[in-house]
C-alpha cells in the first residue's frame, strides 16, 4: 500500500524524540491540564520575588517602584495575604517590607559609635582652646569643657526647670543688638521632663538635661531608621541613623537642647502616620507641640493626612482624633503665655521683640544681602555653614522627591523647611533647626549603600571626626547655638 507523505511528516524517528520507556520522559498529555493544547501552552517561570511578597528587596526599587500589592477596589484592601492570619492587609498598611529587630541594633550601634567620636573631638577641641574659661556661663562658659553643652538655650532650660516660668525681660548681658530676652520661647515639655528626673535621680538640672538629650537622641535615631528602613531597606536605614549622627547640627544631640526630644517625636510621628497609627500620631504630635515651635509643621502634616483619610474613608475614628488633638499641645501653650502675659498674641511678641525673630526676614534681605555682598557674616565660619546648607537643602530635596517618598514624608520636609529658612536668625540656627528635616538623609544613604563595609566604615568615621569640628565646635565656640 502506498504510503501517505504528509503522516511521514508527522511521525518522528526513534533516533530522536525519547519514549515513554526513558528515564527523563514526560507524557505531556498527563502533565497539562484537561482541555488545554500542548500547542499553545508555555512554561510559567516563578519568580521568588513575585511568590512571595515580603522577599521583595527595597534597595533595589527604582523610583517609579512600589513594594505594595495592587488594592481590591471592592474592600479598598490589599491584596497580598497576612502570612499569620491568611486574611488582607488594610489599605495604608506599612508600605514596604518591616524592619528588622536586628536592624534597630545596628542602627542605634552605629549612632552611638559616630556620636562618641564626634562628641569626643569637640570636647578635645574645647579644652585645645581654653575660651571657655573666659566666657560668662550663660554664653558658652563654664568650670570644665562639658559645662559648654549645658549654656545658651541649655541655661534657659535649667532656669525654667528650677524656677518655672517668669515673663519678664532678662538683659542680654554681653550680647548685642537684643534689649532683653524672655523664656516664654521655650516649651514646657523638655525643662518639665528635666525637673522630673532631676527630682527622681538627684542629678541635678544639668545632668539631667544631658541623660534625656542622650536617651532621646537614641530614640530619634531608632525613628530615622525605621521611617527609611520602611521605604529602602535595613541597610539603608542603618546608614541613615549614621548620617544624622554626623549632621551639621548634630552636636545638639548630646546637649541639654529640646531638638533630641523633638525629632524623636517627629520622626515616629511620621512613621505612626505612615502606618495608619492614628492614635499614636496624634499623641506624639500633642507632644511635639509642647517641645518646639517647629511642630507647626508635624502638626499639619498629621492633620492633613488625617483628613485625607476620611476623605478616602479609610477610617473615621482615628484620623478624626489625629486632627483635633494634634494641635493642641502647641494651642494650649501659646493660649496660656497669652493669659499669662495679657496679651493674646504674646507668644509672637516675645519672639519678635526680645528675640528679634521676624518670619520672611532672611528671604527678602539676609539672604540677598549676603549672596550680593551687601553684608558680611557675623560668625564667619557658622554663617557659612549656614550658606553650605541653605545651597545644599534644595539638591537634598530635588533627590528625595525622585524616590517618591510617602506624601507624609514630603510635606515634613518641605514645612520644616520653610520654617527654617524663613527663621529671623538663619545662618546662627539653620543646622540646629533643619536637623528635623532627616528625610533629606534618605537619598544620601541611598547611594551610599553601594559602599562596601570596610569602605562606608571609613567615611562615616571620618565624617564623625570632621563633625567634632563643624558639628560642635563651630556652633558652641565659634558662633551663637
Known sequence: MNSIPGRQLDEPTRSSAPTNRDPGFTNPERSRPPGADSRFTKPQLKSPASSDPERVDPDRLGPRTSVLAPKDPTTDTLKTADHRGGGTKPAGAPAGPSARPSGYLSALIAYGVLKLIGFAVFLQLLAASGQYRTKDPRFGGGTHVWDVVGAWDGW?????????????????????????????????????????????????????????????????????????????????????????????????????????????????????????????AATLAFLAGLDRPA?????????????????????????????????????????????????????????????LRHFGHNIRHTVPDLLLGRSTFSHPAEDLLGLLLLLAAPCLLFLLLRLRPPLVLTLHTVLVLVLGLGTGQLFDHLSRYLLAAFPLLIPLATTLRRLKLPSLTVLLAMAAAASGWFAGFVLFELGVP
Open 295 to 355: 511642630a507647626a509643621a508635624l502638626i499639619a502634616v498629621v492633620g492633613l493626612s488625617g483628613l485625607g483619610a476620611m476623605v478616602r474613608r479609610q477610617k473615621i475614628v482615628g484620623p478624626l482624633v489625629a486632627v483635633v488633638v494634634a494641635p493642641l499641645g502647641l494651642l494650649g501653650y501659646l493660649l496660656w503665655v497669652g493669659d499669662r502675659t495679657g496679651d493674646l498674641l504674646g507668644y509672637v511678641t516675645a519672639e519678635q521683640d526680645a528675640w
Open 156 to 280: 534657659w532650660y535649667q532656669q525654667i526647670a528650677t524656677h518655672g516660668y517668669h515673663f519678664e525681660l532678662l538683659p542680654a548681658v554681653g550680647q548685642s543688638g537684643t534689649h532683653g530676652q524672655s523664656p516664654a520661647a521655650f516649651l514646657p515639655l523638655y525643662p518639665g521632663l528635666i525637673r522630673l528626673v532631676s527630682t527622681l535621680t538627684g542629678l541635678g538640672t544639668y545632668g539631667a538635661g544631658m541623660l534625656l538629650s542622650v536617651i532621646f537622641s537614641f530614640v530619634a535615631a531608632a525613628g530615622v531608621f525605621a521611617v527609611t528602613a520602611r521605604l529602602r531597606g535595613n541597610r539603608v536605614g542603618v546608614i541613615a541613623a549614621g548620617l544624622w549622627a554626623v549632621f551639621p547640627g548634630s552636636g545638639f544631640e548630646w546637649a541639654v537642647f529640646g531638638e533630641p526630644l523633638f525629632v524623636a517625636l517627629a520622626a515616629w510621628t511620621c512613621y505612626a502616620v505612615m502606618t495608619r497609627h492614628w492614635f499614636t
